[in-house]
Antibody
């Protein structure tokens, strides 16, 4: 069955950096686009970033553009989110999610359990 | 960006009752709208995609309808496990956006 396991969350000071990873299994990772979605404590869902199945295109929310970078290594079956210049408002649970279809702008049919990122001094 | 407005914010109902959740888009999203269910401490779960298509394994009591700017998620008869927060999400244009959520709580 499909599984997505995130790692790399933790506590970081404002202005710091963190890299999240997502390890998928149960499907052919190299043929699907992937997303990061976040949820601040007690708040709703916010889409963060998308990467095409082959890594040749990425899209970002305005709130993270220029600070976050989504990438993937299909040979290692891993999705990444490099987060730089972190702000307190980036504090959230970060979910990786599989794009449901082959279209780029998709919805999310499988989600990981999330990893908590806390930005605080 | 496309803004999705969900109403009501909270729906207080009893098991067995019918729930009708609304999602309105600030511009047309055609039928590119999905619905998710999220329970406390869990990841969201895809329920409906492209306005009316049920995800694999979803019970028939869940149905979605709508197109353009107005969409509905209907739960025909609430089961105890259906009390949760529900989000809509559009994939018509970047950036992908979610509604603010509707909490379905036990009355």
């Amino acid at each position: 069955q499909v599984q997505l396991v995130e790692s790399g969350g933790g506590v970081v000071q404002p202005g710091g950096s963190l890299r999240l990873s997502c390890a998928p299994s149960g499907f052919t990772f190299s043929t699907f686009g992937m997303h990061w979605v976040r949820q601040a404590p007690g708040k709703g869902l916010e889409w963060v970033a998308f990467i095409r199945f082959d890594g040749t295109a990425q899209y970002y929310a305005d709130s993270v553009k220029g600070r976050f970078t989504i990438s993937r290594d299909n040979s290692k079956n891993t999705l990444y989110l490099q987060m730089n210049s972190l702000r307190p408002e980036d504090t959230a649970v970060y979910f990786c999610a599989k794009n449901r279809g082959r279209a780029e702008a998709g919805d999310f049919d499988y989600w990981g359990q999330g990893t908590l990122v806390t930005v605080s001094s | 960006e496309i803004v999705l407005t969900q109403s009501p914010a909270t729906l207080s109902l009893s098991p067995g009752e019918r729930a009708t959740l609304s999602c309105r888009a600030s511009e047309s999203v055609n039928r590119y709208l999905a619905w998710y269910q999220q329970k406390p401490g869990q990841a969201p779960r895809l329920l409906i995609y492209d306005a009316s298509n049920r995800a694999t394994g979803l019970p028939a009591r869940f149905s979605g309808s709508g197109s353009g700017t107005d969409f509905s998620l209907i739960i025909s008869s609430l089961e105890p496990e259906d009390f949760a927060v529900y989000y809509c999400q559009q994939r018509s244009k970047w950036p992908l956006t979610f509604g603010g959520g509707t909490k379905v709580e036990i009355k």
